[in-house]
């Protein structure tokens, strides 16, 4: 079992910014660098959608059209922690923000979400 516990969320002007983190645990022998990390997110009333992926090395990450070039995803296996960095922020990146564990036989892992909201 893995516990995935988000932080950072909150309330932002537009072009502010924010960083998320998520820090990950679990049972005795857990190794957070065979996790690949990513962050998703998800506005009142539509689905839940992917923000950034990042490998369970750090080596490969990929970015959704609609936040690339602003936002920046990076892990530190040695504090077992996933960071979202968001910049010049858009009322429309308004969700709450989700971090998912994936292991190497796919099964997935939740954190229970960090709210960031963006309005003046």
């Known amino acids: 079992q893995v516990q995935l516990v988000e932080s950072g969320g909150g309330l932002v002007q537009p072009g502010g910014s924010l960083s998320l983190s998520c820090a990950a645990s679990?049972?005795?022998?857990?190794?957070?660098?065979?996790?690949?990390m990513s962050w998703y997110r998800q506005a009142p009333g539509k689905a839940r959608e992917l923000v950034a992926g990042?490998?369970?090395?750090?080596?490969?990450?990929n970015y959704a059209a609609s936040v690339k070039g602003r936002f920046t995803i990076s892990r530190d296996n040695a504090k077992n922690t996933v960071y979202l960095q968001m910049n010049s922020l858009k009322p429309e990146d308004t969700a709450v923000y989700y971090c998912?564990?994936?292991?190497?036989?796919?099964?997935?892992?939740w954190g229970q979400g960090t709210q960031v909201t963006v309005s003046s």
């Open positions: 998912k564990a994936r292991d190497r036989d796919n099964y997935e892992y």
């Open positions: 679990g049972a005795s022998g857990f190794i957070f660098s065979r996790y690949a």
């Open positions: 990042i490998s369970s090395t750090g080596g490969s990450t």
